[in-house]
C-alpha cells in the first residue's frame, strides 16, 4: 500500500497560480497511475487529471490548456501545476494512487486527506 500527503493549497485571486504537490511512501512509487481529483460543496467528486505510469495524461475538459499534471518516481511525489484559477475551481483537492491487482479483475485506490483551494478576489 502507499500513503498520500497532499500539500500546497491556499486562497488566490481569479487569474492566479498553484502548485499542489502530493508525497507518497510506502509502497513502490512508479507502480502506480497518479491522478488529482477535486469536490466541491455539495458536488461529486471529479477526476482532474490523471498519469500513467508510462507518463500518458489525461485532463478534465474545464482544466485542459490551464492545468498540467507531473510526476517524479525518483523523489516520490506527484505534482498538479494549476493556472488561470477561476472561482469554480474553489475545492478540495486529493491525490490519488490507483493500481491494477496482478488477477486484472480490479483497482487498489488510495487517498490522500485533501488540502483545500479557494479561488476568490
Known amino acids: 500500500q502507499v500513503q498520500l500527503v497532499e500539500s500546497g493549497g491556499g486562497l488566490v485571486q481569479p487569474g492566479g497560480s498553484l502548485r499542489l504537490s502530493c508525497a507518497a511512501s510506502?509502497?513502490?512509487?512508479?507502480?502506480?497511475?497518479m491522478g488529482w481529483y477535486r469536490q466541491a460543496p455539495g458536488k461529486q467528486r471529479e477526476l482532474v487529471a490523471r498519469i500513467t505510469t508510462g507518463g500518458n495524461t489525461n485532463y478534465a475538459d474545464s482544466v485542459k490548456g490551464r492545468f498540467t499534471i507531473s510526476r517524479d518516481n525518483a523523489k516520490n511525489t506527484a505534482a498538479l501545476q494549476m493556472t488561470n484559477l477561476e472561482p469554480d475551481d474553489t475545492a478540495v483537492y486529493y491525490c490519488?494512487?490507483?493500481?491494477?491487482?496482478?488477477?486484472?479483475?480490479?483497482?487498489?485506490?488510495?487517498w490522500g486527506q485533501g488540502t483545500q483551494v479557494t479561488v476568490s478576489s
Open positions: 510506502g509502497s513502490i512509487f512508479s507502480s502506480y497511475s
Open positions: 490519488n494512487a490507483r493500481a491494477l491487482v496482478l488477477s486484472g479483475r480490479g483497482w487498489n485506490d488510495y
